[in-house]
Every structure is written in C-alpha cells, then in structure tokens.
C-alpha cells in the first residue's frame, strides 16, 4: 500500500512547476444539493489538466542514464500534455502514441507543448492500442514507458490534488468526489486520505459507457470491460489499473462508485459554460454531473475536481445535441405522411404546438404510393410538453413512431 509520505514528498517536488488551482464556490449545485459545493479547477491547471503532477512527478526522479535514453507514453490526450510539458522542461526527449479518437485540439496542444523535445504518433482506436504500441517501443528502443495512471510515482504525484483541498479548505471535506478512468487520481487522493483523515468519504465516478472500476470492484480485481464508449475521452479505459485497484480497495473511509451517462455528462458542460464560465471537457465535467443524483444530506463542504479542460470546440455541436435529448428537450420521430397535398400542413397546425420546432426533416423513403415517411426531429420549449405532444401524435390519423436513445436507428442521428 503506498504511504502518504510519497504525496507529501511530491507535493514538494512539484511545488515550482505545477499550479496551485483554485478552489471556487458553485452557488448552482449549492443551492441545488443544500450544502457549500466548491469545484476544484485542475481545468487551469498549466496544461489544462491535473494529469501534469503525475507525469512530472515521475520523469523527474528518472535517473540521468534512463532519462538520456527518452521516454515513450500512450495517452488519450491529457497524460500526454503532462509528459510533454515535462519533457520540454527536464530536457528530455519524448515519443508520445494517442489513439485517433484524440480531439484535435488535444493532439495540437500536446505538440505546442512538447516543442522540439516531443515527437507525436496518432495510432490505435483505443488508449489500449495506443498503449501496446508505446510498450512494444519502449521495448525495441530502450526508452522509458511513463505509465498513464499503474505507476507509484504517478499515483503521488496525481494525490498531491488532495492535499491542497484540504490545505484550500482548512479541513478534510465532507464529501469529495473523484472521476475515474484508470485510477491513478483517485488511489492517489486515496492514499494521502487514509493515513491524514482516514474517515473522509469518497465518491468516485466514471463514465457509464466505461465502467472499469465498477467492473473491477464486481469481480474483486481488474477486468477488461467487453465494450468500450470513448465519448469522454479523458476517462475511457477498459481496465483500471492494478495498482491503483488495490489502493482504491484498501481504503478504510466511506467509498461509493456512480457511474453517469453521457447525455446526463453534456448538459452538465452545457450548465458549467453556461453558468459558472467554465470549458471543461467531458471528464471535466463528470464529477459535478453526479451531483444531480445525490441524496441531501448534512454535509456541510463537498468539494468536485474538475479534472480537464482540454475541450475541442468542434465536439460542442455534438455535445449540445446530447443535452438537449438527455434533458428531453429534444426528440425524433418516424411519421408516415400519407402521399397527398397538406399531409405535412395538418401535421404541423394539428400535431405541433406553437412553440414546438422541426430541426430535422428527411424523406426516410418514397417509393410507396400510400405514405411517405420520413425521419423528424422536434425540439420542444420545455421536456413537459412531450406529453402534449404524444397525445397529439395519438389523436392525429397520421401516424408516428418515437425514436428513442435505446434504438439503433438513434446513434446514426448523434
């Protein structure tokens, strides 16, 4: 089991590199969940992401005949903006793999990032892909592999975030939730915890489309998960990692596991943007999004890590999509127009309502005489009209079928 000293030495290695983030009061979730929400900014982190302490961390303490030799890493984009941020610093020379699901934004900052010290690799599917090939290299070169999250040196270096709420607070919080990809941040807070204020509860949360902490915790060690949704990048793993598992299973304080889907994931980072200013990405956002789901109770300090900022613009058209159909706002339809003059007329003046509006309107087929249908997406003014709208589509002698977010006809319109 790692000791807390290991956290508390990296906290001090990385005292004149890292950023001290701020610890900012939510008054939204504040006042939605009866207790002070503060959200810990790792997004304004030097490379947007706390992912740097780790990496740091461990390059760092190389000695001169391993690091001389390079460093190679497989990243889905933030643990690679840490190593090269690090390697551009230390001098030392890096070979970074990022599977093609890496937003560009993510990819075109690792390479401002590393400068000349950094050469980047686009390859894989998965972080898995990209990970195998990093391990093949570091075996055919000599280079070093600086892991994303199995590493002692990453797990204190990722830890050094709970000692600075505590620090920021001035005593442990009541709650404090974690996001989950591989685990390194979470063992590491973890760590420190247990030997400092042992009786904090934890939640952790990862994405529900990534699970591997919960499939680790169901079979009692780490697992491969069978499938594997990327949507939130910076937390998709298919199997958390050993060391920080074990870390994670020997805490002796409160630990709950939640996991949010993705719809539930984009109308938070609509809300944080919105709201509170804050660009977070989809990781970024998992924390807080979990918030929506929790039981009142008498805490009185809940502090979320928001853990990334590394958004690429261009995913926001998709993720306002998302949102607006998780938050039922938005929905689709199959109708059947009979092939007639006015069938799309009385379709609008007797099945919509005034302030309902068509966003998608596509002929699905045309070749029957009888009926047309085509694929229609309506965005209502409020997730309360649906049933106004359902019993419209009931009564009207056109008929329409709802395409719900469980139909396999659903992931060719997101």
Not at 12 to 32: M, N, Q, W
Not at 106 to 121: M, P
Not at 191 to 211: I, R, S
């Given at each position: 089991?790692?000791?807390?000293?290991?956290?508390?030495?990296?906290?001090?290695?990385?005292?004149?590199?890292?950023?001290?983030?701020?610890?900012?009061?939510?008054?939204?979730?504040?006042?939605?969940?009866?207790?002070?929400?503060?959200?810990?900014?790792?997004?304004?982190?030097?490379?947007?992401?706390?992912?740097?302490?780790?990496?740091?961390?461990?390059?760092?303490?190389?000695?001169?005949?391993?690091?001389?030799?390079?460093?190679?890493?497989?990243?889905?984009?933030?643990?690679?903006?840490?190593?090269?941020?690090?390697?551009?610093?230390?001098?030392?020379?890096?070979?970074?793999?990022?599977?093609?699901?890496?937003?560009?934004?993510?990819?075109?900052?690792?390479?401002?990032?590393?400068?000349?010290?950094?050469?980047?690799?686009?390859?894989?599917?998965?972080?898995?892909?990209?990970?195998?090939?990093?391990?093949?290299?570091?075996?055919?070169?000599?280079?070093?592999?600086?892991?994303?999250?199995?590493?002692?040196?990453?797990?204190?270096?990722?830890?050094?975030?709970?000692?600075?709420?505590?620090?920021?607070?001035?005593?442990?919080?009541?709650?404090?939730?974690?996001?989950?990809?591989?685990?390194?941040?979470?063992?590491?807070?973890?760590?420190?915890?247990?030997?400092?204020?042992?009786?904090?509860?934890?939640?952790?949360?990862?994405?529900?489309?990534?699970?591997?902490?919960?499939?680790?915790?169901?079979?009692?060690?780490?697992?491969?998960?069978?499938?594997?949704?990327?949507?939130?990048?910076?937390?998709?793993?298919?199997?958390?990692?050993?060391?920080?598992?074990?870390?994670?299973?020997?805490?002796?304080?409160?630990?709950?596991?939640?996991?949010?889907?993705?719809?539930?994931?984009?109308?938070?980072?609509?809300?944080?943007?919105?709201?509170?200013?804050?660009?977070?990405?989809?990781?970024?956002?998992?924390?807080?999004?979990?918030?929506?789901?929790?039981?009142?109770?008498?805490?009185?300090?809940?502090?979320?890590?928001?853990?990334?900022?590394?958004?690429?613009?261009?995913?926001?058209?998709?993720?306002?999509?998302?949102?607006?159909?998780?938050?039922?706002?938005?929905?689709?339809f199959i109708v059947e127009f009979p092939q007639e003059p006015g069938a799309l007329r009385r379709f609008l003046d007797g099945v919509l309502g005034p302030d309902d509006d068509i966003t998608l309107f596509e002929y699905v087929k045309r070749t029957n005489r009888e009926v047309g249908p085509a694929l229609v997406g309506v965005e209502l003014s409020s997730p309360k009209e649906l049933p106004r709208l359902l019993a419209s589509m009931a009564e009207s002698p056109i008929h329409a079928e709802k395409v719900d977010p469980d139909n396999p006809v659903f992931r060719y319109l997101i």
């Amino acid at each position: 089991m790692m000791e807390a000293g290991a956290v508390d030495r990296a906290y001090e290695a990385l005292g004149t590199v890292v950023t001290k983030t701020p610890l900012d009061f939510c008054l939204r979730h504040s006042t939605a969940v009866g207790a002070r929400v503060w959200l810990k900014r790792e997004d304004v982190q030097v490379v947007r992401s706390y992912k740097l302490r780790g990496a740091y961390n461990l390059i760092s303490s190389l000695p001169r005949q391993t690091s001389e030799k390079g460093v190679v890493c497989a990243s889905a984009g933030n643990h690679a903006q840490g190593v090269a941020y690090a390697c551009a610093r230390l001098g030392v020379a890096g070979r970074i793999y990022v599977p093609r699901t890496t937003p560009r934004q993510k990819r075109d900052r690792i390479s401002t990032l590393g400068g000349s010290w950094v050469e980047l690799l686009v390859a894989g599917d998965t972080y898995e892909d990209s990970a195998d090939l990093a391990a093949d290299d570091a075996t055919r070169t000599g280079r070093f592999q600086v892991p994303a999250f199995d590493h002692p040196a990453i797990i204190a270096g990722q830890g050094t975030v709970m000692r600075e709420i505590v620090e920021q607070l001035e005593h442990p919080p009541d709650l404090v939730v974690i996001p989950v990809g591989g685990g390194g941040l979470l063992a590491g807070c973890l760590a420190w915890l247990a030997e400092h204020h042992p009786d904090t509860p934890v939640l952790a949360v990862e994405p529900a489309g990534a699970a591997s902490l919960t499939a680790a915790m169901t079979a009692g060690h780490p697992v491969p998960l069978s499938s594997l949704d990327t949507f939130v990048d910076g937390a998709s793993v298919r199997q958390v990692g050993a060391l920080p598992m074990e870390i994670i299973a020997g805490y002796p304080g409160p630990l709950q596991v939640r996991t949010v889907e993705v719809g539930v994931i984009c109308e938070e980072m609509i809300e944080l943007f919105q709201t509170e200013g804050i660009i977070a990405e989809p990781a970024g956002a998992l924390t807080s999004a979990a918030l929506r789901d929790l039981v009142p109770g008498d805490r009185r300090d809940i502090v979320c890590v928001v853990s990334g900022g590394n958004q690429d613009i261009s995913r926001y058209a998709e993720v306002a999509e998302r949102a607006l159909v998780s938050g039922g706002i938005k929905h689709y339809f199959i109708v059947e127009f009979p092939q007639e003059p006015g069938a799309l007329r009385r379709f609008l003046d007797g099945v919509l309502g005034p302030d309902d509006d068509i966003t998608l309107f596509e002929y699905v087929k045309r070749t029957n005489r009888e009926v047309g249908p085509a694929l229609v997406g309506v965005e209502l003014s409020s997730p309360k009209e649906l049933p106004r709208l359902l019993a419209s589509m009931a009564e009207s002698p056109i008929h329409a079928e709802k395409v719900d977010p469980d139909n396999p006809v659903f992931r060719y319109l997101i």
